[in-house]
């Protein structure tokens, strides 16, 4: 192995989520969320769902919908886990 990636937990994932669907961010960081998901069952299935409504979203979406919009919402929905 080249390098250590620092382990973080289920919640940082998770507030990293939109950053990582965007790949926005130090690379660092979103090597740490890909490798969080290898080891994490539960954000695992729950990324997969985010990442396929978001990538719908940004294909069908664009110029009439407000990402921000569904943002808040899928924000809001995840804040009650
Ligand atoms: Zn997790």
Redesign the pocket.
């Known amino acids: 192995m080249s390098h250590r990636v620092r382990q973080i937990?289920?919640a940082e994932?998770?507030s990293r989520l939109y950053d990582y669907l965007d790949r926005e961010g130090p690379a660092a960081s979103l090597e740490e969320v890909e490798v969080?998901?290898d080891?994490?069952r539960?954000?695992?299935s729950r990324f997969a769902f985010e990442a396929l409504l978001w990538q719908r979203v940004r294909e069908e979406g664009r110029g009439e919908k407000c990402p921000e919009e569904l943002k808040a919402k899928v924000r809001a929905l995840l804040e009650k886990y």
Do not use: S, T, Y
């Open positions: 937990n289920c994932a998770v969080h998901l080891l994490c539960h954000c695992c």
